[in-house]
Nanobody, 121 residues
Framework: QVQLVESGGGSVQPGGSLRLSCAASGSIFSIDAMGWYRQAPGKGRELVALISSGGSTNYADSVKDRFTISRDNAKNTVYLQMNSLKPEDTAVYYC???????????????WGQGTQVTVSS
């Protein structure tokens, strides 16, 4: 069993910054890709950013050049630095991780509980 615990959400004015963190713990042998998704009211969940175990990254076009995803493999933690925030970035942000179980070595996908990000003046 693996738990993903997110932190760092909150309210900010347009143009502001926030940093999200997500720490994975439990029966982990290794972690493959980690990422952030978001879901705005009345909309489906969408990919924000992904980072591979080797550090390769992918971003949604809407956040390129504003958001930066990074990870600390020693801490099993992924971060999302969000700059130049816009009202349309308002959503619940979910952490995602694909973890290989330390006992069976089977790869499972896990989700965090979500953290609210609100951008408003």
């Amino acid at each position: 069993q693996v738990q993903l615990v997110e932190s760092g959400g909150g309210s900010v004015q347009p143009g502001g910054s926030l940093r999200l963190s997500c720490a994975a713990s439990g029966s982990i042998f290794s972690i493959d890709a980690m990422g952030w998704y978001r879901q705005a009211p009345g909309k489906g969940r969408e990919l924000v950013a992904l980072i591979s175990s080797g550090g390769s990254t992918n971003y949604a076009d809407s956040v390129k050049d504003r958001f930066t995803i990074s990870r600390d493999n020693a801490k099993n933690t992924v971060y999302l630095q969000m700059n130049s925030l816009k009202p349309e970035d308002t959503a619940v942000y979910y952490c995602n991780a694909r973890c290989r179980d330390s006992g069976s070595y089977v790869l499972y996908e896990y989700w965090g509980q979500g953290t609210q990000v609100t951008v408003s003046s």
